[in-house]
């Protein structure tokens, strides 16, 4: 049953109702009852003077395979809900006890009432709580979390809060309608995830929290080896409460899914966890995970989709060469939709085409194609923000991160790309003032401070440009990037000296590690070495720099414009002008 331009039953007993959600209210007051003493509850009014026998209770409730001993869960699963009724089993008024045969609901129903509500459009899964005492299980209670965001993020009518949004919420105690109003939606999933070696038990409750009203809950016991099957279940049963319009292509994504190997599927967990970290040790130890995944699953398409994330992320930052970076990434997308057609794989691949072939005409069909898979996926819009940016088309550039930030509001990456295109679009001030909100997030986040590194310099504020390159040369142990950053702003400034000493500087990093040439390209384009800023450039083009994608975009190289070698940079690479 459904909230959403629907009929809701009631079932009324006594001073009591009881939704189709599980919920029991007294008086108009909310009776809080837990999971299995409502689903017990909701059984016996179903078959009311009945006898439901323990054996019923248990294979409906507690599988075989559960992880508690049957009869101390029962018994105590009916001590709490006579606790809830004010009921005794001496003197019963709702559940009799049956001894050694089971039990019988003996209150008089009244009729259902009907309620009807609005059409639910928008949902968050909030952080499924671990239960297990370990916290190196943390990332699975992360994991699973996500499965279900993505899952249910392939519903076109549904717009679903991305994980980095609601991962704010981890852990924190406040009122649902509260977070809900926060975030936007309807309606939210929370629940608890519970794992024992290769068994996971999952229970998931659905609340539409301007009422606080429970509309759903299940709990559900599977080996990890059909965890994928579960969490397209779950996602299905959402589905259905809400009555998500699906289309015939959605419902059948959201049937389709296949078993995976438990440790094949603990080592993704293990890689994505590390992946969402977005840094260079996170992008390596990620595709260490998915390596290893791979290893015990070759058919395994999300490892290689990861794979080929966090090869492509760590290729763009210069942490790792465009071989070794971008050009791995697409090789692990292909193989990735060799295997099977996702939306990651299709966005995966859309990014290394970008930034390594520099082919942005087939790496935008292949981000609108992962976004017809999955509309609710932040990264396929926010990278296709970053194509059409490139392609010198800002307004759609600006509509699509726009578009990601409604999704993912809290996302620190998508507020970045946001105010990269504020930045390429030249609305300076109104880039400042979006950079400090964002920054208000998470005041350390570098990339962010970078950006408004660029727009201070660009407005010629160069002062506060350099403090706060200094300040991100300093937060990241002096590393490349950030360095020749600092020195673009430099030479920017008229600070000649300090900008070629950091070149040397650079210079002698290259001899140990990557240093990427469209770096020291901007450098010598802000001390006005036009011959050199374009004898690097050529460099870049030739290493397949990944930052070249920038070139029609970049305010910094502005004063190469007018020469013809900037067109003919331009043509290569297929920008217009």
């Excluded at 809900?180 to 309807?186: C, D, F, K, M, T």
């Excluded at 068994?199 to 016991?221: G, N, P």
């Excluded at 706060?468 to 020749?484: D, H, K, M, N």
Aim: proline share 4%.
């Amino acid at each position: 049953m459904s909230i959403a331009d629907q009929q809701k039953s009631t079932f009324r007993f006594g001073e009591f109702e009881l939704d189709n959600s599980g919920e029991l209210r007294s008086g108009g007051r909310k009776v809080k009852l837990q999971t299995q003493p409502s689903q017990i509850l909701r059984i016996l009014i179903e078959r009311p003077g009945e006898i439901v026998t323990r054996e019923e209770l248990r294979q409906k409730i507690w599988p075989s395979d559960t992880f508690v001993d049957f009869d101390h869960g029962i018994n105590n699963a009916i001590k709490r809900l006579r606790e809830a009724l004010s009921d005794t089993a001496e003197t019963p008024r709702f559940v009799e006890t049956l001894p050694r045969r089971g039990y019988r609901f003996i209150a008089n129903l009244q009729p259902a009432k009907v309620v009807t509500g609005p059409r639910i459009q928008s949902i968050a899964v909030l952080p499924l709580e671990n239960l297990s005492r370990d916290p190196e299980q943390e990332y699975f209670a992360d994991g699973m979390t996500e499965a279900l965001i993505t899952s249910l993020a392939k519903i076109s009518a549904l717009r679903v809060i991305s994980r980095t949004t609601v991962m704010h919420y981890k852990g924190v105690r406040r009122p649902l309608p509260e977070i809900a109003r926060e975030l936007g939606v309807q309606v939210v999933v929370e629940g608890t995830v519970l794992r024992s070696g290769e068994k996971a038990r999952i229970s998931v409750q659905l609340i539409e929290t301007s009422s606080d009203t429970h509309l759903w809950a299940e709990s559900y016991e599977r080996d990890l080896r059909d965890i994928l099957r579960l969490q397209s279940e779950i996602s299905r049963a959402v589905a259905r409460e809400i009555q998500a319009k699906l289309t015939p292509a959605e419902q059948e994504r959201l049937t389709r899914t296949r078993s995976v190997s438990p440790e094949a599927y603990e080592l993704y967990l293990r890689g994505r966890h590390y992946w969402n970290m977005r840094n260079a040790q996170g992008f390596t130890k990620g595709a260490d995970y998915f390596l290893k995944a791979i290893s015990v699953d070759s058919n395994y398409a999300a490892a290689y989709a990861g794979l080929a994330d966090c090869a492509g992320s760590s290729g763009f930052w210069g942490f790792t060469s465009p071989a070794e970076g971008c050009g791995k990434a697409k090789a692990a997308a292909i193989k990735s939709l060799e295997v099977e057609e996702t939306a990651e794989a299709h966005t995966s691949l859309g990014w290394a085409l970008i930034h390594y072939d520099f082919d942005f005409v087939t790496a935008e069909q292949h981000f609108q194609r992962a976004i017809e898979l999955n509309p609710g996926y932040v990264t396929a819009h926010q990278w296709y923000a970053h194509c059409l940016g490139y392609s010198y088309r800002l307004d759609q550039s600006l509509e699509r991160v726009q578009l990601a930030l409604d999704i993912d509001p809290l996302s620190l990456l998508v507020n970045t790309t946001y105010v990269g295109v504020l930045w390429f679009q030249r609305k300076f001030d109104y880039g400042i003032d979006q950079c400090k909100r964002a920054l208000e997030l998470s005041p350390n986040f570098a990339i962010l401070r970078w950006l408004l590194g660029n727009l201070f310099q660009a407005k010629g504020m160069h002062a506060e440009a350099i403090a706060e390159r200094q300040w991100t040369v300093e937060a990241s142990g002096r590393a490349p990037f950030f360095l020749a950053e600092l020195g673009d702003s430099h030479a920017a400034a008229g600070n000649r000296t300090e900008a070629c000493r950091i070149l040397e500087e650079l210079q002698e990093f290259s001899k140990t590690r990557y240093v990427m040439a469209y770096w020291i390209a901007l450098v010598y384009a802000g001390l006005n070495e036009t011959d050199l800023a374009f004898e690097w450039l050529e460099r870049a083009y030739r290493e397949k720099s990944p930052m070249l994608a920038f070139l029609r975009i970049d305010p910094r190289l502005e004063s190469l414009h007018s020469d013809p070698r900037f067109r003919d940079h331009l043509s290569r690479l297929k920008l217009p002008f």
